[in-house]
């Protein structure tokens, strides 16, 4: 059964940070990309970040939505079935349910663009945790 399960999420302060973490069983994760999106109340789901597969190295090439790039890293150990997304200097504008999605094979710079404007098309999907930030 494929699962995918999200935790890492709570209340931090403007500012601060947390580390987000997806744990994907039932395939291996050698074999896919994974993408992180967010969920704010009222608004609608978008990209944050994803991670192409690499027959390689665990980390594949990574891509990041404007609004988070140089505050978020995303990042994968394949060996722990493990995608993480750390989350740096969050202000009150990024709370929002955290989901990660995977899918399968490489994922090149137009498709990566595609996930992140929230034409993912992604197979799996968890069912997210949630960040809050306020002070």
């Known amino acids: 059964q494929v699962q995918l399960v999200e935790s890492g999420g709570g209340l931090v302060q403007p500012g601060g940070s947390l580390r987000l973490s997806c744990v994907v069983s039932g395939f291996s994760l050698d074999y896919y990309s994974i993408g992180w999106f967010r969920q704010a109340p009222g608004k609608e789901r978008e990209g944050v970040s994803c991670?192409?597969?690499?027959?390689?190295?665990?980390?594949?090439?990574?891509y990041y939505a404007d609004s988070v790039n140089g505050r978020f890293t995303i990042s994968r150990h394949n060996a722990k079935n493990t995608v993480y997304l750390q989350l740096n200097n969050l202000q009150p504008e990024a709370a929002a349910v955290y989901y990660c999605a995977a899918l399968w094979g490489p994922v090149t710079p137009a498709q990566a663009m595609h996930i992140l404007l929230g034409s993912s098309g992604m197979a799996y999907w968890g069912k997210g945790t949630l960040v809050s930030v306020s002070s």
């Open positions: 991670i192409s597969s690499s027959d390689s190295s665990n980390d594949g090439p990574t």
